[in-house]
């Protein structure tokens, strides 16, 4: 089972066979890629967008994509030799996983399977951000105890502020963690649209005017600072 289907892989290799082959297999697979040349440029891809997972070779510059990474997106690093040093050290910096080349396809995608599920059980499936509690199985909202309605769209943009309360979040990262889309600005009028439903529920149950608009900038869920629990 080689099935990667519909995920965002960004790939990080140095090598033009290998950046091809590992490219060219996994868009067969119905994955979405970016593929760049370097760490470096890894670095640049992501700040303007969003990915599921990265597969990176290791460089001189992979240690530092770890260090941005490491808490916000899972990465699997290719090393070319058995260096256990090298191995515990990028295990230790935050790789998710350390795969020694020459490696299967197969191998490959199962090591990506592993990651992801591994990321799906430590995520929280409640989360609290003061009497604003969200159940992340159930896709359910809470205000006072009070069950809220919201859309499929106002449900996932209330869960992406939610993971920083206290964040401004721009409508370009919005737009890629909620809708799965790259940026465009007619996009804008959309995230507003949501947001101002979002609102209105929140409202309507008893929270304060929330999210917070930032002119010019984007979103946060609250202004005041918030403690963000996580139960299991």
Known sequence: MTTVANLRIL???DSDPARA???DNLTADGAGIEAVRSSTLAIRALKTDTYDIIVA???GDTLELVDRVAKNTPIVVLIGVHDEQARVRLLDRGADDVLLKPFSYPELCSRIRAV?????QRQPRVMHVGDLHIDLA????FVHGNRVELSQKSFDLLRALATDPTRVFTKAELIETVWKNAYKPAATRTVDSHVGRLRHALTAAGLPRTPVNVWGVGYRLCDAPASLEMAA
């Not at 992801?116 to 799906?120: C, G, I, K, P, V």
């Not at 159930?138 to 909202?141: E, S, T």
């Open 116 to 120: 992801l599920r591994r990321q799906e």
């Open 57 to 59: 070779d290791l460089n």
């Open 11 to 13: 790939i990080a290799e």
């Open 21 to 23: 082959f590992l490219a």
């Open 138 to 141: 159930g896709r359910q909202v």
